[in-house]
Every structure is written in C-alpha cells, then in structure tokens.
C-alpha cells in the first residue's frame, strides 16, 4: 500500500504564490505516474497537473498552464506544486495522486486512472 500526505496549503492574497508538497510512504518504489488535482465545493474533482516517473513529461489544465509547475523528487519520493499568480477562483482542496505506470513517461489526466489518494490539502485565495 501507498501512502500520500500533502502539506503546504493556506490562505494567500490573489497575486502570491504557494508550493504544495505530497511526501509518498508505504510501497512508494511501486508508484510511477503522479498528479495533483483539486475540487471546490459543489464540484467534481478536477485535473490541475501531472508528472510521469521521469519527470520530463508534464501535463497541464489550462486554466492552470503558465501559472503551475509540477515537479517531483524521486530520491526523496517528492512532488511539488509551484502555484504562481494566485487566482481566487484557484480556492480549493487540492489532492495528491499516484498511480503504477508501465511506461516512464506516461502522464494521466483522469481521476480514475489513479490508484492512490492524499487527504488533501485546502488552498484559498482571497481577492
């Protein structure tokens, strides 16, 4: 079992910027693929970013594209987001998410391609 806690959210001014960090325990040597997605109240959880084992394959929502950097640090069993320009309508619970992937450059957008979850971790925005 794979284990995910997300740390680094708060209350921020439109503008800032906020990192998002997922630490990975358990069989974290079987994950591959990861990403980060987010859900507001009322809503479906949503795809903001993602990563491939390697690390040079991303993939992006556009309505975070240019704002967000996703990155992850395998020696350490790392993932961060780097959230820049801040927007209020980026307010959200913002989920960790891990999957096993055959290949080292697969990225995934869906939330039910991925296995495992964080609790996650509440952003808000004020503006």
């Known amino acids: 079992q794979v284990q995910l806690v997300e740390s680094g959210g708060g209350l921020v001014q439109a503008g800032d910027s906020l990192m998002l960090a997922c630490a990975a325990s358990?069989?974290?040597?079987?994950?591959?693929?990861m990403g980060w997605f987010r859900r507001t109240p009322g809503k479906e959880r949503e795809f903001a970013a993602a990563?491939?084992?390697?690390?040079?394959?991303?993939d992006y929502a556009n309505s975070v594209k240019g704002r967000f950097t996703i990155s992850r640090d395998i020696s350490k069993n790392m993932m961060y987001l780097q959230m820049d320009s801040l927007k209020a309508e980026d307010t959200a619970v913002y989920y960790c998410?891990?999957?096993?992937?055959?290949?080292?450059?697969?990225?995934?957008?869906?939330?039910?391609?991925?296995?495992?979850w964080g609790q996650g971790t509440q952003v808000t925005v004020s503006s």
């Open positions: 998410a891990a999957r096993r992937a055959q290949l080292a450059t697969s990225v995934f957008q869906q939330v039910s391609e991925y296995e495992y």
């Open positions: 358990g069989r974290s040597a079987s994950i591959s693929a």
């Open positions: 990563i491939s084992w390697s690390g040079r394959n991303t």
